[in-house]
C-alpha cells in the first residue's frame, strides 16, 4: 500500500435514488400490465384484444409512471433548493450564529465544546453551506433529487417489466395465455424481488418473496373482476 492510496466504501444509500424509480417501475410494469391482461382475458376476449391491451397498458404506464416520477422527485428537488436558498440567506445575514448553531449540533453528536466548535470554524471556513446543508439540513450529494434521471429510469424499467406479459401472449397459445402470463409474471417478480434485494444490500429470498405474494394477489383480483364479465366472441 503506497502513501498514497487510500480506501473508499460503495455505499447502497447512493444507489437509493435509480434503484428506488427502476424497482418501482419494473414492478408496476410486471404486475399492472400483467394483471390487466389477465383480467381482460378472463373476460373472455380475443388473443387480438389482448394483446393491444397489453400493449396500450405498457405505452399509457411508462408515459405516466415517467411523468408522475419526474413531477414528485421535482417537488423534492424544488424543496431542497428552496431549504438551500434560505440557509445561504441565513448564513448571509446571521453568520455567528449559524456557528453557534452549527458547533451545537456537532456537541449533541457527541464531540466536546472547543473540538465541536473548532470543526464547525473549519468546515463553515471551507464550505459554510455544504457543512448546513448537509449536517443541519441533511441534504448530501449522493441522496440528491434527479428528476430526469428518476423519470427516466421509471418509464424505461416499467417498459422492461410490461415486456414480460408481451411475450408470454406471444409465445403462449390462446387457451393458456392466462396460465402462461400468470406464470411469467410472477416469475418475473421474483427475479426483480431477488435483484434488487441484493442490489440494495437486502435479503434476497424475503424481497422475492415478498413482491411476487403481492404481485399474485393482485392477478388473483384481476382475474376474479374479469371473470365477471362474460365478453361474447363473434
Known amino acids: 500500500m503506497t502513501r498514497h492510496s487510500y480506501h473508499h466504501e460503495k455505499h447502497y444509500t447512493e444507489r437509493s435514488g435509480w434503484l428506488r424509480a427502476a424497482v418501482l417501475g419494473a414492478n408496476d ?7 390487466l391482461v389477465i383480467g381482460v382475458a378472463a373476460s373472455g376476449a380475443t388473443t387480438q384484444t389482448v394483446l393491444v391491451s397489453c400493449v396500450a397498458g405498457l405505452i399509457s404506464g411508462a408515459v405516466s409512471m415517467a411523468a408522475g416520477e419526474y413531477i414528485s ?34 456537541m449533541q453528536r457527541g464531540l466536546e465544546s ?38 427516466f429510469s421509471s418509464a424505461f424499467s ?16 390462446a387457451h393458456w395465455i392466462q396460465i402462461g402470463v400468470g406464470t411469467v409474471g410472477v416469475l418475473s417478480l421474483g427475479i426483480l424481488g431477488a435483484v434488487a434485494s441484493y ?34 366472441v363473434h
Open 29 to 35: 410494469g410486471i404486475i399492472s400490465v400483467t394483471s
Open 73 to 106: 422527485v421535482k417537488s423534492q428537488q424544488d424543496i431542497e433548493n428552496a431549504d438551500l436558498k434560505m440557509e445561504a440567506l441565513e448564513l448571509d445575514r446571521h453568520p455567528e450564529q449559524e456557528l453557534k448553531e452549527l458547533t451545537k449540533i456537532y
Open 114 to 151: 472547543a473540538l465541536a466548535a473548532e470543526v464547525a470554524k473549519q468546515l463553515t471556513a471551507h464550505d459554510a453551506l455544504q457543512a448546513h446543508a448537509r449536517d443541519e439540513i441533511g441534504i448530501v450529494e449522493q441522496t440528491l433529487a434527479q428528476p430526469l434521471q428518476a423519470a
Open 158 to 173: 416499467f417498459s422492461v417489466g410490461a415486456l414480460c406479459p408481451l411475450v408470454a401472449i406471444l409465445l403462449f397459445p
Open 199 to 232: 442490489v440494495g444490500g437486502s435479503h434476497v429470498l424475503k424481497g422475492a418473496l415478498r413482491v411476487m405474494v403481492w404481485g399474485i394477489l393482485a392477478m388473483l383480483f384481476s382475474f376474479w373482476i374479469g371473470s365477471l364479465f362474460d365478453v361474447e
